[in-house]
C-alpha cells in the first residue's frame, strides 16, 4: 500500500519561509519522480516543483527563484524549501509520487497571510 506522507504546512507572514516534507512507504522512491503540486481555493490543482529520479528538476514559473524541491532516497523524503512566501502561495499543497502511476498524498495547507 502506497502512503505519501506530508507535513510542515502551516501559517505564515509574508516573505516567511516554510518546509514541507513528504516521507513515502510502499513504493520504489529511488525509481520514482517526485513533485509538489498546489490547489489554491477555486483554482485547478497546479504542479509547483518537481524532482526527477536523476535529481533533475523543474519548477512553475510563478516560484523560480524562491522555492527549492529536493530528495533524500536514503529517507525516502522529498522536501519543498519555500522562501520569500507571498499570499498566492496560499494553497493546500500535495506531494505526488510518479513510477508507472500517480500516487497522491493527503495535503498540507499553507496560508499566507499578515
Known amino acids: 500500500q502506497v502512503q505519501l506522507v506530508e507535513s510542515g504546512g502551516g501559517l505564515v507572514q509574508p516573505g516567511g519561509s516554510l518546509r514541507l516534507s513528504c516521507v513515502a512507504s510502499g513504493i520504489t522512491f529511488s525509481l520514482s519522480t517526485m513533485g509538489w503540486y498546489r490547489q489554491a481555493p477555486g483554482k485547478q490543482r497546479e504542479l509547483a516543483a518537481r524532482?526527477?529520479?536523476?535529481?533533475?528538476?523543474n519548477y512553475a514559473d510563478s516560484v523560480k527563484g524562491r522555492f527549492t524541491i529536493s530528495r533524500d532516497n536514503a529517507k525516502n523524503t522529498v522536501y519543498l524549501q519555500m522562501n520569500n512566501l507571498k499570499p498566492e502561495d496560499t494553497a493546500v499543497y500535495y506531494c505526488?509520487?510518479?513510477?508507472?502511476?500517480?500516487?497522491w498524498g493527503q495535503g498540507t495547507q499553507v496560508t499566507v497571510s499578515s
Open positions: 524532482i526527477t529520479i536523476t535529481g533533475t528538476t
Open positions: 505526488n509520487a510518479n513510477h508507472f502511476s500517480d500516487y
